[in-house]
């Protein structure tokens, strides 16, 4: 857990908190509801500044903190340019304590992204944090911050599920056009490559290691294999060290495979969990509530590119976990 969201949890100890952050999420204000329920029964007085880039913040977030008497939140709504602060103010007796970095409001920030803040303590004469909180009341009182009211949050509300719907537009398009499996003929060395393989399952072997040259065609061999097994894995996990790798791998497996799996990455800025192919960098899956949000045996066939680089401890954390 983050020493950020200890120290949000500490708010019921204080006099007064500001936060400006650029995207704010349910999962987030969730982590802190018991927090803000007892600050809301001293009547301690807060003020949350948020934003609508990219459309990221949820409505129900934004609906959440509305029901909080003792807490205003506006929402900085620029045509011209995007809300990218993350800085949170806690004011107890006068001291201030300003913490500023990457996290935002939400779940993966506060407990499981690897996310990094600086905080800083002063009294009310301390220059570095007091032009910090004037910069607040600057964006505070901007002429592009509003406040969130029940008409804002419905016209933000009705333009964040026109994003949604575009987005699953975009999915079934692209879905569309890859369902039908491509005619992928196996080369000699995939040949070979999957005669092996039907040869450890038989032996009843967990665990086969595939050597050959780059550029042979071992990911498509690793598709050609997940065809192959009888019965059909119900999900299948990919692990690489890069993301452009990843998603690379997505889309051989899906000319391969097409319909009889959902597709998906796992990454620092994708989080399709649901899908039944899911292709991860090591980076993202190590991480502790990553790799912990699936059991043991969720994934019936894991492929793990580039096996030589396995002993680092990434790797390690996830083949010891995971049991297909």
């Known amino acids: ?64 903190l ?27 007796k006068g001291i201030t304590t300003l913490v500023t970095g990457s996290s935002n409001l939400t779940q993966y920030a506060l407990k499981n992204n690897m996310e990094w803040n600086v905080a800083l303590c002063s009294t ?14 600057q964006i505070w009182n901007s002429p592009e911050t509003y406040e969130l009211t029940e008409e804002f949050l419905a016209a933000y509300t009705e333009k964040y599920r026109l994003k949604k719907a ?18 992928i003929e196996p080369n000699a060395m995939q040949k070979q490559g999957l005669r092996a393989l039907r040869e450890v399952r038989r032996d009843e072997e967990p665990r086969a290691l595939v050597i050959s040259a780059t550029g042979t ?40 495979l097409g ?13 399709d969990t649901d899908a039944t192919a899911l292709f991860s960098t090591v980076q993202t899956l190590s991480r502790p509530g990553n790799y912990t949000q699936f059991a043991p045996d969720e994934f019936d066939y894991i492929v793990v590119d580039e096996v030589h680089r396995a002993g680092a401890a990434g790797y390690q954390r996830i083949l010891e976990y995971f049991k297909p």
Do not use: C
């Open 1 to 64: 857990m983050s020493r950020l969201l200890d120290e949000l949890r500490s708010l019921r100890e204080g006099d007064e908190f500001w936060f400006v952050v650029a995207f704010v999420k349910l999962s987030g204000i969730q982590l802190l509801l018991q927090t803000f329920d007892e600050l809301e029964r001293r009547g301690v007085r807060g003020r949350i500044i948020t934003g609508t880039y990219l459309t990221f913040s949820e409505p129900r977030a934004f609906k959440r």
């Open 66 to 92: 509305m029901h909080y008497e003792n807490i205003e939140t506006r929402v900085y709504n620029s045509e011209h340019a995007g809300l990218h602060v993350k800085s949170y103010f806690f004011i107890r």
């Open 124 to 137: 009310e004469q301390g220059s570095l944090v007091e032009d910090a909180k004037a910069t607040y009341e």
């Open 166 to 183: 575009r987005e699953a537009k975009a999915k079934v398009v692209d879905a569309a056009e890859t369902t039908a499996e491509d005619v």
């Open 217 to 256: 065609g071992k990911t498509y061999l690793a598709a050609l294999d997940v065809r192959q097994v009888d019965p059909a894995p119900r999900r299948v996990l990919f692990v690489v060290h890069r993301e452009r790798i990843a998603a690379s791998a997505l889309k051989s497996f899906r000319r391969v």
């Open 259 to 271: 319909g009889r799996y959902t597709y998906g990455l796992l990454t620092g800025g994708h989080r």
